[in-house]
């Protein structure tokens, strides 16, 4: 059973499992079952909607290209920021390097994300 908007509702984890009685022979299954709704199941929508974004970045063609290390960078990005490199490589439209607007974002990246 599980509440849903305050309604109990029967999940069945097996087709029909709610005519089969837990017994000693088959509780490691059930508790199996059990995690598994719990930790996955109870939250599927969820789950798929995050993957249908998550393709439009990543096609699901592709990502067995990446190993674990390469996908936490895609989503996640840099632990920190190069704000030298940033500097470096900006390119200005109607500002210039040393314009106010610009120096005063260098320096709220540097209080945010350094120091």
Excluded: W
Excluded at 4 to 14: D, H, Q, R, T, Y
Excluded at 46 to 66: D, V
């Amino acid at each position: 059973d599980a509440s849903e908007f305050g309604a109990n509702k029967v999940i069945e984890l097996i087709a029909s499992g709610s005519t089969i009685v837990v017994t000693n022979e088959n509780k490691h299954e059930y508790v199996r079952l059990v995690c598994q709704e719990k930790m996955i199941g109870s939250i599927r929508q969820q789950i798929n909607s995050f993957l249908e974004g998550f393709y439009t970045i990543i096609p699901k063609s592709l990502i067995s290209i990446f190993n674990e290390q390469e996908l936490e960078l895609l989503i996640s990005g840099l632990p920190d920021i190069d704000i030298e490199d940033l500097k470096a490589n900006t390119e200005y439209h109607k500002y210039r390097p040393n314009s106010l607007q610009v120096n005063i974002e260098y320096s709220f990246l540097l209080v945010e994300f350094i120091v």
